[in-house]
T-cell receptor
Framework: DAKTTQPPSMDCAEGRAANLPCNHS???????VYWYRQIHSQGPQYIIH???NNETNEMASLIITEDRKSSTLILPHATLRDTAVYYC????????????FGIGTKLQVIP | EAGVTQSPTHLIKTRGQQATLRCSPI?????VYWYQQALGLGLQFLLW???????NRGNFPPRFSGRQFPNYSSELNVNALELEDSALYLC???????????FGQGTRLTVV
C-alpha cells in the first residue's frame, strides 16, 4: 500500500510555479521523501529527495513541513515539458523495499 | 554514461507461455529493482536484488521470479503468463540501496 496521498490531477499555467502537495502522515523518522515524475509511459525520472530539511536542485525545490507529515514539490517556472505524472514516495534508508508508487498527480501545464 | 537499459522494448506472448525480461543497470550500481505498471495504475514493487541476492519481493505469485548476475545485470521471468500480466515492466538501479533510483524505459509485455 502506498504510504502517501496526492491529488489525482492539477493544472498549472506555463511560466507559473507548480506546487504539488503530498501527505505522508505515517512517515517514520528514518524515511526519506522522494519525488519522481513519469512522462507518458517512459521510465520514471528522479527529481529530488529529502529527510527533514528543505532541498533545492536544478529541477525543483522540496519543502517538508516541520512535523514531516507533508511536503510540497515546487517547479518554479513550469513549462509544457513538465506535463507528467508526479509521484511522491517515502522510503527507508535501507532501500526501496516494497515501495509502491501510488497513482501520483497528473500535472497538466497549460499554455 | 549509459543509463539503465531494458530489453526487449516490446514483447508479445500468449497465455501460458513464459517471458524473460532483461535489465542492465548503470555501471557501478549494485541494486536492481523491478516494478510492474499496469495500464492506468501506479508502479507495483516486484523484486529487489542487491549484490546478486534477492533482498525483497512484493505481493506477487511465485511465477514471478528473477535473478541478478555477477555483472549486476538482472533478469525477470514470468511463468504461466496470464492476461492480467500485460503491463509495462520497469527496472531501476541505484548505487547503493538507499540512494535515488534511475529507471529504464521499460518493457511493454502484452499477453494475448
Amino acid at each position: 500500500d502506498a504510504k502517501t496521498t496526492q491529488p489525482p490531477s492539477m493544472d498549472c499555467a506555463e511560466g507559473r510555479a507548480a506546487n504539488l502537495p503530498c501527505n505522508h502522515s505515517t512517515i517514520s523518522g528514518n524515511e526519506y521523501v522522494y519525488w519522481y515524475r513519469q512522462i507518458h509511459s517512459q521510465g520514471p525520472q528522479y527529481i529530488i529527495h529529502g529527510l527533514k530539511n528543505n532541498e533545492t536542485n536544478e529541477m525543483a525545490s522540496l519543502i517538508i513541513t516541520e512535523d514531516r507529515k507533508s511536503s510540497t514539490l515546487i517547479l518554479p517556472h513550469a513549462t509544457l515539458r513538465d506535463t507528467a505524472v508526479y509521484y511522491c514516495i517515502v522510503s527507508f534508508s535501507g532501500g526501496y523495499q516494497k515501495v509502491t508508487f501510488g497513482i501520483g498527480t497528473k500535472l497538466q501545464v497549460i499554455p | 554514461e549509459a543509463g539503465v537499459t531494458q530489453s526487449p522494448t516490446h514483447l508479445i506472448k500468449t497465455r501460458g507461455q513464459q517471458a524473460t525480461l532483461r535489465c542492465s543497470p548503470i555501471s557501478g550500481h549494485t541494486s536492481v529493482y523491478w516494478y510492474q505498471q499496469a495500464l492506468g495504475l501506479g508502479l507495483q514493487f516486484l523484486l529487489w536484488y542487491d549484490e546478486g541476492e534477492e533482498r525483497n519481493r512484493g505481493n506477487f505469485p511465485p511465477r514471478f521470479s528473477g535473478r541478478q548476475f555477477p555483472n549486476y545485470s538482472s533478469e525477470l521471468n514470468v511463468n504461466a503468463l496470464e492476461l492480467e500480466d500485460s503491463a509495462l515492466y520497469l527496472c531501476a538501479s541505484s548505487l547503493v540501496a538507499n540512494t535515488e533510483a534511475f529507471f529504464g524505459q521499460g518493457t511493454r509485455l502484452t499477453v494475448v
